[in-house]
């Protein structure tokens, strides 16, 4: 049982820049690709990004591509969103998920199902 714990939000203005980061414990996270996703108020949730088991692979959403970076410490058992030049439309609670076991970050680029969750950490963003 992944359990996955996500910290690093708050309040950032328009056009800076904010690390997120999503820490798990039981089994080594090295055994999962790893994505990030987001729930705006009012909207459905939706997929941010994703990265590979090595972190070799990482696959964005078309509306943060160059702007965010996703990456991982298997050591750390830790995954990252490096989020930069923010947008007001860029807040959300932005949530941390693991697929089962072998299932691949273009996978969950495409919508696998995701088995383990974290609560989730607001990022809001000032204009």
């Known amino acids: 049982q992944v359990q996955l714990v996500e910290s690093g939000g708050g309040w950032v203005q328009a056009g800076g820049s904010l690390r997120i980061s999503c820490a798990a414990s039981?089994?080594?996270?090295?055994?999962?690709?790893m994505g990030w996703f987001r729930q705006a108020p009012g909207k459905e949730r939706e997929f941010v990004a994703s990265?590979?088991?090595?972190?070799?692979?990482?696959y964005y959403a078309d509306s943060v591509k160059g702007r965010f970076t996703i990456s991982r410490d298997n050591a750390k058992n830790t995954v990252y969103l490096q989020m930069n030049r923010v947008l007001p439309e860029d807040t959300a609670v932005y949530y941390c998920?693991?697929?089962?076991?072998?299932?691949?970050?273009?996978?969950?680029?495409?919508?696998?199902?995701?088995?383990?969750w974290g609560k989730g950490t607001l990022v809001t963003v000032s204009s």
């Open positions: 039981g089994p080594p996270l090295s055994s999962y690709a």
């Open positions: 990265i590979s088991t090595t972190g070799i692979r990482t």
């Open positions: 998920a693991a697929p089962s076991a072998g299932a691949t970050a273009q996978a969950i680029r495409q919508s696998v199902r995701m088995e383990y």
